[in-house]
């Protein structure tokens, strides 16, 4: 299991990730997330320069993941609904966030495929 805190807007944000973020994401959402971090980060790498708009379906995934791993960090003072809890922040570039999800959710992947080799 890892956390990371980041900043969003004047707001500091705890994201965790763990083995439990898969089984939370498609129970909240009915989706594989698997398939929609791969696919996020197939066009965050090919438009990652800020200056191509990412399609609403990107949006949509960053923004389910951000708020699981939110959730997963932060049960008590998360809002039980996306919505809510994306009223919370002012505007903030996509570019300066997901980078720090993919890295925590590379990152947790990495230790499960070592502790399954040991």
Do not use: C
Request: charged residues 35%; glycine residues 6%.
């Amino acid at each position: 299991m890892l956390s990371k805190t980041v900043k969003i807007g004047d707001k500091e944000v705890t994201f965790k990730s763990s083995a439990a973020i898969p089984r939370m994401y498609r129970i909240k959402f009915g989706r594989d997330i698997f398939k929609d971090l791969t696919k996020l980060e197939k066009t965050y790498k090919d438009k990652g320069d800020g200056t191509v708009d990412m399609e609403i379906e990107d949006l949509e995934i960053f923004e389910n993941v951000a708020y699981i791993m939110a959730l997963h960090a932060d049960h008590e003072s998360t809002p039980k609904e996306i919505g809510e809890w994306l009223d919370q922040f002012e505007m903030f570039s996509i570019y300066e966030i997901l980078p720090e999800i993919l890295e925590l959710w590379g990152s947790n992947l990495f230790t499960d495929v070592n502790a399954k080799k040991n």
